[in-house]
């Protein structure tokens, strides 16, 4: 029996650094639920999700960091929230298809507790910062008892909510590679209301030189079980210049690459529909 | 049942207690210290009528020689979380302030005042976490224009449907503080 109010009894991890972590995932793994702003993990336990031990973060000292290097790129430590990042001008300037994910996740108060990471790793098909950083490219650090790893942001959603994480290991940070001259990225979703979830989210980067664009990514959520690169759309924008022929033929070919379902936010139909659309839009925006 | 020993400071005050570590903070604060000017909404961060303000501390740590450590906290502002999507087994420490804490040797908070005088306030629901959104949207923003305060009142619902005075009320505030700040 689930309520609304009360969650089932679990016990309580709060490890004081990342070795300690590592250790208490090697022994529980999947019987433990990882907790950085607990907006997910709080409200999916209220629903009747049970885990036997919670592992918080919350006391492990510096994992809050948002940081910015010209040469190396964003990195984004487990427990820095979407405000912090929000918050973070070089973001806002560098990554605006992540700022945009991270300033318009849920209301003001949610953002000040749920992180980036947790974003990424709850994998949803229509979460809105995986979406962002999968069309930036990048990559999620994992530490396990063997070590760190680093898995490309390409690798990293296998299916429905399932990632690349094995049990025994924790995600650390993302990293956002540094920003070349001529690349621009842009994220936008539609929503029933504002605070909804995306019922359909799409972000790209582009890599122009003058007015051709040399290299493409085209991602978009909510479409498929997991959040999706649509290659022949980036194969259509590749070498060319972003004219209304290319955005009328992106717009065609969208939404054959997907497959989304019906679901309580939308039906496929509606999906399909608008599907080229959005994307269409996200690519103007980016070249703005 | 596991439990957690844990201090909080609720506005000023100090308590030392053994939590379930399954409580959320809102029922830590309404159900074992019947602290009841925080409100039960939805349970799902969606309402805000659980806000609570969290002060934003971190303890920095510099080395003053290779044996002793220097450590102080560097007080941040004060930010709006939702209690009921916080553990509070994961709190040990904060310090917090809910509505009844906003008032300063006996005087309201001029948000509070605000809220008074413009009628912001229908059946009251609503009101506790409004008024400690305000406070926090003018601590990180003393100058915030009428679209920033809707915006940033978005996560807490009124149904009443009283956001005009509302806006209007955190409008007034703001622009009280910064004449009382001159």
Same mark, same amino acid.
């Given at each position: 029996?689930?309520?609304?109010?009360?969650?089932?009894?679990?016990?309580?991890?709060?490890?004081?650094?990342?070795?300690?972590?590592? %250790?208490?995932?090697?022994?529980?793994?999947?019987?433990?639920?990882?907790?950085?702003?607990?907006?997910d993990v709080i409200v999916s336990m209220t629903k009747g999700f049970v885990a036997p031990y919670v592992i918080s973060l919350a006391e492990i000292?510096?994992?809050?960091?948002?940081?910015?290097?010209?040469?190396?790129?964003?990195?984004?430590?487990?427990?820095? *929230?979407?405000?912090?990042?929000?918050?973070?001008?070089?973001?806002?300037?560098?990554?605006?298809?992540?700022?945009?994910?991270?300033?318009?996740?849920?209301?003001?108060?949610?953002?000040?507790?749920?992180?980036?990471? &947790?974003?990424?790793?709850?994998?949803?098909?229509?979460?809105?910062?995986?979406?962002? @950083?999968?069309?930036?490219?990048?990559?999620?650090?994992?530490?396990?008892?063997?070590?760190?790893?680093?898995?490309?942001?390409?690798?990293?959603?296998?299916?429905?909510?399932?990632?690349? =994480?094995?049990?025994?290991?924790?995600?650390?940070?993302?990293?956002?590679?540094?920003? %070349?001259?001529?690349?621009?990225?842009? !994220? $936008?979703?539609? *929503? =029933?209301?504002?605070?909804? /979830?995306?019922?359909?989210?799409?972000?790209?980067?582009?890599?122009?030189?003058?007015?051709?664009?040399?290299?493409a990514r085209v991602v978009m959520g909510a479409v498929a079980p997991t959040t999706l690169r649509l290659k022949k759309t980036e194969a259509l /924008?590749?070498?060319? $210049?972003?004219? %209304?022929?290319?955005?009328?033929?992106? $717009?065609?070919?969208?939404?054959?690459?997907?497959?989304?379902?019906?679901?309580?936010?939308?039906?496929?139909?509606?999906?399909?529909?608008?599907?080229?659309?959005?994307?269409?839009?996200?690519?103007? %925006?980016?070249?703005? | 049942?596991?439990?957690?020993?844990?201090?909080?400071?609720?506005?000023?005050?100090? !308590?030392?207690?053994?939590?379930?570590?399954?409580?959320?903070?809102?029922?830590?604060? =309404?159900?074992?210290?019947?602290?009841?000017?925080?409100?039960?909404?939805?349970?799902?961060?969606?309402?805000?009528?659980?806000? #609570?303000?969290?002060?934003?501390?971190?303890?920095?740590?510099?080395?003053?020689?290779?044996?002793?450590?220097?450590?102080?906290?560097?007080?941040?502002?004060?930010?709006?979380? /939702?209690?009921?999507?916080?553990?509070?087994?994961?709190?040990?420490?904060?310090?917090? *302030?809910?509505?009844?804490?906003?008032?300063?040797?006996?005087?309201?908070?001029?948000?509070?005042?605000? !809220? #008074?005088?413009?009628?912001? @306030?229908?059946?009251?629901?609503?009101?506790?976490?409004?008024?400690?959104?305000?406070?926090?949207? /003018?601590?990180?923003?003393?100058?915030?224009?009428?679209?920033?305060?809707?915006?940033?009142?978005? &996560?807490?619902?009124? =149904?009443?449907?009283?956001?005009?005075?509302?806006?209007?009320?955190?409008?007034?505030?703001r622009d009280r503080m910064a004449t009382a700040k001159k």
């Amino acid at each position: 029996m689930s309520s609304s109010r009360i969650m089932p009894e679990f016990e309580l991890l709060m490890p004081q650094s990342i070795s300690e972590a590592v %250790e208490m995932l090697a022994k529980h793994k999947a019987q433990a639920a990882v907790m950085s702003g607990g907006t997910d993990v709080i409200v999916s336990m209220t629903k009747g999700f049970v885990a036997p031990y919670v592992i918080s973060l919350a006391e492990i000292p510096d994992l809050d960091y948002v940081t910015y290097d010209k040469k190396a790129g964003l990195r984004i430590g487990a427990m820095a *929230t979407l405000q912090q990042v929000a918050d973070t001008p070089e973001v806002k300037e560098n990554y605006p298809a992540l700022w945009k994910s991270a300033a318009i996740n849920g209301t003001p108060q949610t953002r000040n507790m749920a992180t980036v990471v &947790g974003n990424v790793l709850r994998a949803s098909p229509s979460g809105d910062c995986g979406c962002a @950083i999968m069309a930036t490219g990048g990559s999620v650090v994992l530490e396990g008892p063997k070590g760190k790893r680093e898995v490309s942001i390409d690798d990293f959603f296998i299916d429905y909510r399932v990632t690349a =994480r094995k049990p025994e290991e924790f995600a650390v940070e993302v990293n956002l590679p540094p920003m %070349e001259n001529g690349t621009c990225t842009a !994220f $936008a979703r539609m *929503t =029933r209301t504002t605070l909804d /979830l995306s019922k359909v989210n799409a972000a790209v980067r582009l890599d122009m030189s003058g007015k051709t664009c040399k290299e493409a990514r085209v991602v978009m959520g909510a479409v498929a079980p997991t959040t999706l690169r649509l290659k022949k759309t980036e194969a259509l /924008l590749k070498g060319s $210049a972003i004219t %209304e022929e290319v955005l009328a033929k992106v $717009a065609a070919t969208v939404p054959t690459e997907i497959s989304p379902i019906d679901d309580v936010r939308s039906s496929a139909e509606y999906r399909r529909q608008v599907s080229g659309v959005l994307v269409k839009r996200v690519i103007e %925006e980016a070249c703005k | 049942m596991k439990k957690r020993a844990i201090t909080l400071y609720i506005n000023g005050e100090e !308590f030392n207690l053994n939590v379930p570590v399954h409580y959320t903070l809102l029922q830590v604060i =309404r159900d074992q210290l019947n602290l009841m000017d925080v409100k039960y909404g939805c349970g799902r961060g969606e309402c805000g009528a659980c806000t #609570v303000l969290v002060d934003d501390d971190k303890i920095v740590c510099h080395d003053t020689d290779k044996t002793t450590k220097y450590c102080e906290a560097k007080r941040g502002g004060r930010k709006a979380i /939702l209690a009921c999507m916080t553990l509070a087994a994961t709190m040990d420490g904060k310090r917090l *302030t809910t509505v009844a804490g906003l008032d300063q040797d006996g005087k309201l908070h001029p948000v509070q005042e605000a !809220f #008074v005088e413009e009628s912001a @306030i229908q059946c009251g629901f609503c009101t506790p976490g409004m008024v400690l959104k305000g406070v926090a949207i /003018l601590e990180k923003n003393p100058k915030p224009t009428e679209q920033e305060i809707r915006k940033e009142l978005e &996560g807490n619902i009124c =149904r009443c449907t009283g956001y005009v005075k509302i806006v209007k009320a955190v409008e007034v505030a703001r622009d009280r503080m910064a004449t009382a700040k001159k």
